[in-house]
């Protein structure tokens, strides 16, 4: 007997959906492996989506794991009203890692100058509250388009007593099996997102519905240029007198520390601009909008053997 058209069903899988199934299967690893996981989040899309994930991953039941959010103090205001009724929402716990108390304690030395920063200051926050809590794992949202040190980069990334990575000592991964033996004071960096594109972010966000910090659709902010990018004119961007405000209509890719995330001019109000705007760029999301990464080519490489990422 023939089916009906009606009846007929497609059992075809969607890219999103064997990336979302890949993601599933990391963080359900690492909650069976690791005794105190942790899910870096900022706020921004990556850890947007890495949540709707985790939840996914132990629906009915909560998240059994923290979050973390490294906080500059520098962070756009509206990202931490996000965080903050997010987490609320979820009735999760977060720990909140203070780069101030860090400098406060004198762990780090206060940067000065026109284009000081807390970007590089949250390595030694981000390892002294691991080493404080015991965080055996820590979830990151590193995706494989981000710069050219992912190339180098596993899924479960080891990180040495000191925090440090070094490329020449991961481990290999087949198909999908990993290596979760550490030692007393290692652990391991853990990114669900490794194979995912920021596009492919930007349609999981559409498709699942998510709502996301207001920065990232275009708005009127007063922003002033520097070296190419458009900074936010804040008490922490150190603005020089040759680098007036003035207003435009801007909307951010990703989010950080005030003073070194640039801003790109777009009129994209709506997640459907905003996936039109990336499916057409040709230049990757921190060359574009992270200054601290433009620095050298070897950046990112560095601030992860410095044991950040």
């Known amino acids: 007997m023939q089916r009906s058209t009606a009846d007929a069903r497609d059992y075809r899988t969607s ?12 963080f359900r ?10 899910l870096l ?27 973390m959010h490294v906080d500059t103090g520098h962070n756009f205001p509206e990202v ?5 009724r997010r987490v609320s929402e979820l009735g999760i716990r977060i720990v909140i890692a203070s780069v101030q108390e860090s400098i406060d304690k004198g762990r780090v030395v206060e940067e000065t100058g026109r284009r000081a920063s807390r970007n590089r200051l949250q390595t030694t926050t981000l390892l002294d509250a691991i080493e404080e809590h015991r965080f055996d794992a820590a979830f990151g949202g590193a995706r ?32 999908s099996l990993y290596n979760t033996r550490i030692r007393q004071g290692e652990h391991i960096r853990v990114f669900p997102l490794s194979n ?44 020089g007198d040759d680098e ?9 890719r990703t989010v950080g520390d005030m003073s070194c995330t640039g801003a790109v001019e777009s009129t994209a109000t709506g997640l459907d601009e905003v996936i039109t705007e990336i499916a057409a760029t040709r230049i990757t999301e921190r060359g574009q909008t992270r200054a601290d990464d433009r620095t050298s080519e070897a950046a990112m490489e560095d601030r992860k053997r410095e044991g950040y990422f």
């Open 244 to 252: 007036p405000p003035f207003e435009a209509m801007v909307r951010y």
């Open 41 to 67: 989040f900022s706020g921004g899309k990556d850890s947007v989506v890495m949540l709707r994930l985790a939840e996914k991953a132990f629906w009915p039941a909560r998240i059994p794991f923290p979050l």
């Open 196 to 239: 995912w594109t920021e596009l492919d972010i930007w349609d999981y966000i559409k498709r699942e519905e998510l709502e996301i910090p207001s920065i990232y659709f275009a708005h009127t902010r007063t922003v002033f240029e520097r070296d190419g990018m458009l900074l936010a004119d804040s008490p922490y961007s150190n603005r």
């Open 144 to 175: 494989r388009d981000e710069e050219k040190a992912r190339a180098k980069e596993r899924v479960f990334s080891f990180r040495d007593d000191f925090g440090q990575w070094d490329p020449k000592n991961q481990r290999p991964e087949l198909w």
């Open 29 to 38: 690893e690492v909650a069976a492996e690791f005794e105190r996981p942790v």
């Open 80 to 84: 931490i009203e996000f965080r903050d």
């Open 15 to 26: 890219q999103l959906d064997v990336l979302e199934a890949e993601s599933i299967h990391i």
